[in-house]
T-cell receptor, first 113, second 112 residues
Framework: NAGVTQTPKFRVLKTGQSMTLLCAQD?????MYWYRQDPGMGLRLIHY???????AKGEVPDGYNVSRLKKQNFLLGLESAAPSQTSVYFC????????????FGPGTRLTVT | GIQVEQSPPDLILQEGANSTLRCNFS?????LQWFHQNPWGQLINLFY???GTKQNGRLSATTVATERYSLLYISSSQTTDSGVYFC??????????????FGQGTILTVHP
């Protein structure tokens, strides 16, 4: 039982390049989330999904797109990377929305030059 | 939106010492979690504790929801306890859509 996994662990992009971050969970959770963490700060929600085939915007969605084609996977895409997107990205999942514990992946460290 | 304040911002201890970290929040919550972010950046779930008291080994936590605060106790601290401790809450009302709001964290350093 791996929990929540993320690939890749590290990535360096040039401004304008695109990439996709993959999150996978094996806990059969309905809800999945993408957060970003900037230096000296807590995490902020980018996008979330309440089930297979659904996505919605979070607190800081601009510049990102997401897809949830399979229940166990949640993809985060950057179509044209900008230096402001340099951050550590965390994926999380939970069984339900409000009163359920969220479990986090190990994070992806992204640098955009 | 809901505000989350953690104190102290920094804490330096000698191995073996005890400590208390505090989390204040500005509104009713459905969910409160404590995390430890280790020096490698990994977020470790410590407690899911919207109310009441829980213990796990040397760590325990208490949330008094009516007074809008939570406390994390670390006893007999070890160097491996070093890192950042985050409190995160989910607002009970409004359109919080599952978004955990994180505090700024407490940076704990334990010296041997």
């Amino acid at each position: 039982n791996a929990g929540v996994t993320q690939t890749p662990k590290f990535r360096v992009l040039k401004t304008g390049q695109s990439m996709t971050l993959l999150c996978a969970q094996d806990m059969n959770h309905e809800y999945m989330y993408w957060y970003r963490q900037d230096p000296g700060m807590g995490l902020r929600l980018i996008h979330y999904s309440v089930g297979e085939g659904t996505t919605a915007k979070g607190e800081v969605p601009d510049g990102y797109n997401v897809s949830r084609l399979k229940k166990q996977n949640f993809l985060l895409g950057l179509e044209s990377a900008a230096p402001s997107q340099t951050s550590v990205y965390f994926c999380a999942s939970s069984r339900g929305l409000a009163v359920y514990e969220q479990y986090f992946g190990p994070g992806t460290r992204l640098t955009v030059t | 939106g809901i505000q989350v304040e953690q104190s102290p911002p920094d804490l330096i201890l000698q191995e073996g010492a005890n400590s208390t970290l505090r989390c204040n929040f500005s509104d009713s919550v459905n969910n409160l979690q404590w995390f430890h972010q280790n020096p490698w950046g990994q977020l470790i779930n410590l407690f899911y504790i919207p109310s009441g008291t829980k213990q796990n080994g040397r760590l325990s936590a208490t949330t008094v929801a009516t007074e809008r605060y939570s406390l994390l106790y670390i006893s007999s601290s070890q160097t491996t306890d070093s890192g950042v401790y985050f409190c995160a809450v989910l607002n009970a009302g409004g359109t919080s859509y599952g978004k955990l709001t994180f505090g700024q964290g407490t940076i704990l350093t334990v010296h041997p």
